[in-house]
């Protein structure tokens, strides 16, 4: 089986810097992935870890350590757009290779 | 737009009607698949339709009925809903065979109440 498991909530101030945490267990990991959602719309793609260290896009990074099961999702210079949930999901091969998604973390930004 | 249709958005439905969902992808990709999201928990894969056969179903309940034409079309047919079914209906395609970097492409979901 697998658990994913990421804060329900977190809240963060417009301009500052804020890292959601992930932890997982799988059975064949082969993948992790961040996806945001604004309230009422579809996930959108943020990114894709695979092996271990960071991987940078613009505002956003994601970290990836296999060997702790962990993944942190790093938003830089926050906008008040970056309220949304924010998704990580892992491809487990025990799972016949699916993506399976955490509970997903509520953003809140300030201003 | 992510590529990825879907209606109704809103759907109110009875416990004893029949409705459907519909879902259409302009992707090309070749994988299509049903989730359903309630409050306070994750997304639940109730069916992945692969090269246009069913690949899985999660123990889904019978009420729920998917159909799948052809690889660009995928429906999910409601018979005699309970309220707990009320969820945000999402469906989403990916191109499997590229390797594990694939990603999976979401509609913007189907807001179902059953009263």
């Known amino acids: 089986g697998q658990n994913i498991d990421q804060p329900t909530e977190m809240t963060a101030t417009e301009g500052a810097i804020v890292q959601i945490n992930c932890t997982y267990q799988?059975?064949?990991?082969?993948?992790l992935f961040w996806y945001q959602q604004h309230a009422g719309e579809a996930p959108t793609f943020l990114s894709y870890n695979v092996l271990d260290g960071l991987e940078e896009k613009g505002r956003f990074s994601s970290f990836l350590s296999r060997s702790k099961g962990y993944s942190y999702l790093l938003l830089k210079e926050l906008q008040m757009k970056d309220s949304a949930s924010y998704l990580c999901?892992?491809?487990?091969?025990?799972?016949?290779?699916?993506?399976?998604f955490g509970k997903g973390t509520r953003l809140h930004i300030l201003p | 737009e992510t590529g990825v249709t879907q209606t109704p958005r809103h759907l109110v439905m009875g416990m004893t009607n029949k409705k459907s969902l519909k879902c259409e992808q302009h992707l090309g990709h070749n994988a299509m698949y049903w989730y359903k999201q309630s409050a306070k928990k994750p997304l639940e894969l109730m069916f992945v339709?692969?090269?246009?056969?069913?690949?899985e179903n999660n123990s889904v309940p019978s009420r729920f009925s998917p159909e799948c034409p052809n690889s660009s079309h995928l429906f999910l047919h409601l018979h005699t809903l309970q309220p707990e079914d009320s969820a945000l209906y999402l469906c989403?395609?990916?191109?499997?065979?590229?390797?594990?970097?694939?990603?999976?492409?979401f509609g913007e979901g189907s807001w179902l109440t059953v009263v």
């Open positions: 989403a395609s990916s191109q499997e065979g590229q390797g594990a970097a694939d990603t999976i492409y």
């Open positions: 339709y692969s090269l246009e056969e069913r690949v």
């Open positions: 799988t059975s064949g990991f082969n993948g």
């Open positions: 999901a892992v491809r487990d091969l025990g799972r016949d290779d699916k993506i399976i």
